[in-house]
Antibody, heavy 121, light 107 residues
Framework: EAQLLESGGGLVQPGGSLRLSCAGTGFTFSRNAMTWVRQAPGKGLEWVSSLSGSAGNTYYEDSVKGRFTVSRDISKNTVFLQMSSLRADDTAMYFC??????????????WGQGTLVTVSS | DIQMTQSPSTLSASVGDRVIITCRANQSFSRWLAWYQQKPGKAPKLLMYKASSLESGVPSRFSGSASGTEFTLTISSLQPDDFATYYCLQYNSYCLTFGGGTKVEIK
């Protein structure tokens, strides 16, 4: 059974940076696409970024393009989300999620418990 | 980009009720749609994929269907454990889109 564990969240000032990590067990990152989803307090789910399992192609939601970068270390079965130029509206719980297949056109079937990012002065 | 409009945003129902939640897309696409259940403070849980395929371990009272740009999640007989928020997710394109969510409350 796949398990995901996020880390790296915390309090950061506007304009600051943060790097989230997601360690996976029970599956191989190169065979599954990975996605970051966020949820602002009391709000719905929002797709942030995806990374395909094979070629490692990356995709971003418009509001984070140029500020966030998704990457992975296959040897450590870990995916990262480097966030910079953070704004107050980036405040959210960030979930790491695994797709059933190698590309993101397969359903998300596993989720981590999330890591909270708070952007505030 | 594909936009998903989910309705209703809130639904009050009683145990045993039949519940229907709808997601409507702004353009037609294949059946690459999933439904998730989320409880407070928890991660979402996959219920349905490919619009009408039941995820392993999910009770059979959950079902999904698709007609054109409209997708529905039906709970045939609401159980106490089903009070939660439900989201649809289209994964037809590389830019994924969630519906706004439906909170199912106790009537």
């Amino acid at each position: 059974e796949a398990q995901l564990l996020e880390s790296g969240g915390g309090l950061v000032q506007p304009g600051g940076s943060l790097r989230l990590s997601c360690a996976g067990t029970g599956f191989t990152f190169s065979r599954n696409a990975m996605t970051w989803v966020r949820q602002a307090p009391g709000k719905g789910l929002e797709w942030v970024s995806s990374l395909s399992g094979s070629a490692g192609n990356t995709y971003y939601e418009d509001s984070v393009k140029g500020r966030f970068t998704v990457s992975r270390d296959i040897s450590k079965n870990t995916v990262f989300l480097q966030m910079s130029s953070l704004r107050a509206d980036d405040t959210a719980m960030y979930f790491c999620a695994k797709h059933r297949g190698v590309t993101s056109d397969e359903a998300i079937d596993s989720w981590g418990q999330g890591t909270l990012v708070t952007v505030s002065s | 980009d594909i936009q998903m409009t989910q309705s209703p945003s809130t639904l009050s129902a009683s145990v045993g009720d039949r519940v229907i939640i709808t997601c409507r897309a702004n353009q037609s696409f294949s059946r690459w749609l999933a439904w998730y259940q989320q409880k407070p403070g928890k991660a979402p849980k996959l219920l349905m994929y490919k619009a009408s395929s039941l995820e392993s371990g999910v009770p059979s009272r959950f079902s999904g269907s698709a007609s054109g740009t409209e997708f529905t999640l039906t709970i045939s007989s609401l159980q106490p454990d089903d009070f939660a928020t439900y989201y649809c997710l289209q994964y037809n394109s590389y830019c994924l889109t969630f519906g706004g969510g439906t909170k199912v409350e106790i009537k």
